[in-house]
């Protein structure tokens, strides 16, 4: 064999060594120019599926339930009030983390929504250039790091469209998570490495409690690849850890573990029904990850296996519990975008080094199952493309939403007393003080820890200026008398009584997009 051919492709390689690693030779250019092509294509898919929520981020409407929850509290935290007291009512059940860090975007915004809002979607790019970050320390090169970025993305909009660019800490607190992550990848776990991670770890725990899927896989790794560091690492948490309470119980009162571990009611109807969804949502990825586990799962990707189990497990099960169940599997959907990449690099791997004899299935199947891994993302780009063409359309809706939503808070603030408001955000732009939580409510009544007989006074003396709720309580339209549907989709946030009382005590006034406003008779 002559040595020509090895001298130019050691000049290739010194020149180009990335596309010396996937294309030795020149006729695998067209595949990596392809492959590179592909992964901007579903970048450029994911941001136009989320194309609708930036488009209407500088809306007044609520977009879910938390924005106003949020709103409040951190609101009570600017006028320094204790938002882990003893009232019950208005359990606050989220770190302090998130609502600081709002509080302090809104010393130069100005507007708590629009802050926790563009808080959101700093926390999304982050996110994605973080998971791209992340693919490149699991072996990928620049097009598969581009490619696990949109998927993380698409993905991470795809399983909870409602907790994107909204006021929600579960993307800030993902953010700060993946930058734990990416600081372990960076370098061999020393000391000060260690702390590091350790310190993002914390301050993403402390943003919301939920994400605990990277930690437990950090030190899994660690117990398996440097058992002499794992003591060190738990202490480097467990310390940040008490500091972090300490500073909790210091800046927003001493009832945090308490309003933390607050019940919520747990059925299994809904854990089986989330984890279907999630399975229907990804299963072209789900089965081409597992059809590549081999190249996701290899002994020096342990970490990356063990994010995946683990989030997609601890997901599942707790999205039992009533109000947990979307944003739980956002950490699940960012871990299959980061392995979406890294497969890829694999697929890659192997077009490039298919011999001539396996002809075009060589190529054919890897391309294949890169379809499949970023299918989610492609099925929904044409619908994300036909509304960003309309964008008149779509931008008159926002402000219909808005217009409304203003009309409904100046009915309730003309109303003089307090209210009691389905959407928190609507009572908060009213003007009303923040008296009563109902979804922590109802779960605090379901437990026992309150008595719903003082709620029920309370709706009978008529102390409520205004209750809404989203639609008639009434709903079932064959009965003469007030009858409640029940049915297992249906989300609640008030109980039966509750709502028998309201119908009992107080008539419908107005009707609109925001709901059912009902007055006291």
């Known amino acids: 064999m002559s040595t020509k051919p090895k001298a130019q492709y050691e000049i290739r390689a010194t020149a180009r060594p990335l596309a010396a690693q996937f294309a030795p030779a020149a006729k695998h250019s067209v595949a990596v120019y392809g492959f590179a092509a592909f992964a901007g294509f579903v970048l450029l898919g994911a941001i136009l599926l989320i194309a609708d929520n930036l488009l209407s981020i500088g809306f007044v409407y609520e977009k879910n339930y938390n924005e106003g929850w949020n709103v409040y509290n951190t609101e009570r935290l600017i006028n320094h009030e204790l938002i882990y007291d003893t009232d019950y009512w208005r359990v606050n059940n989220y770190p302090v983390g998130s609502f600081l860090v709002i509080a302090v975007a809104n010393l130069v915004i100005g507007d708590l929504l629009l802050s926790g809002r563009i808080v959101a979607l700093l926390s999304l790019t982050a996110i994605t250039v973080l998971a791209v970050v992340a693919t490149r320390r699991f072996g990928g090169d620049c097009i598969d790091a581009g490619f696990g970025g949109g998927c993380a993305l698409g993905f991470c909009y795809l399983v909870a469209p409602a907790w994107i660019m909204v006021d929600d800490p579960q993307t800030l607190g993902e953010a700060v998570m993946l930058g734990g992550l990416v600081t372990y990848l960076s370098r061999p776990p020393d000391r000060r490495h260690l702390l590091s991670t350790a310190c993002f770890v914390v301050l993403a725990g402390f943003i919301k409690h939920n994400l605990v899927a990277i930690p437990f896989a950090i030190t899994l790794d660690l117990a398996l690849r440097s058992p002499r560091r794992l003591l060190f690492w738990l202490t480097c948490c467990g310390s940040l850890a008490l500091v972090s309470l300490g500073l909790t119980q210091l800046v927003a009162g001493g009832t945090f573990i308490d309003h933390l571990l607050s019940p919520r009611i747990f059925t299994w109807h809904s854990v089986r029904y989330h984890l279907v969804k999630y399975l229907r949502l990804f299963k072209f990825p789900l089965v081409a990850v597992v059809l590549g586990s081999r190249m996701i799962c290899s002994s020096d990707r342990v970490l990356l296996a063990a994010w995946g189990i683990i989030s997609v497990g601890l997901a599942a099960a707790f999205s039992g519990f009533e109000g947990t169940s979307y944003n739980l599997f956002q ?28 002809g075009w299935l060589a190529k054919v199947v890897p391309v294949a199952l890169a379809i499949f891994l970023a299918q989610p993302i492609l099925a ?116 039966d009584d509750t709502l028998y009382a309201i119908d009992r005590y107080y008539g419908i006034a107005r009707r609109s997009r925001d709901g059912s406003f009902y007055v006291p008779k």
């Open 331 to 358: 950490d699940a959907a960012v871990f299959l975008g980061v392995a979406a990449g890294v497969m890829l690099c694999g697929l890659r791997r192997r077009v490039a080094a298919a011999p001539e004899r396996n």
């Open 380 to 495: 929904r780009t044409p619908e994300a493309l036909v509304k960003i063409v309309d964008g008149p359309a779509l931008m008159a809706s926002n402000r219909g939403a808005q217009e409304v939503f203003l009309a409904d808070a100046r009915y309730i603030a003309e109303r003089p007393g307090p209210a009691i408001c389905e959407s928190l955000l609507l009572c908060h732009a009213a003007g009303k003080p923040f008296v009563l939580d109902p979804f922590n409510t109802r779960q605090y009544i379901l437990a026992g820890r309150l008595d719903e007989g003082e709620l029920i006074r309370r709706i009978a003396a008529h102390e409520f200026a205004v209750i809404q709720v989203r639609a008639d309580i009434c709903d079932d339209p064959v009965t003469t008398s007030c009858h409640i549907l029940h049915y297992p989709q249906k989300f609640n946030r008030f109980t």
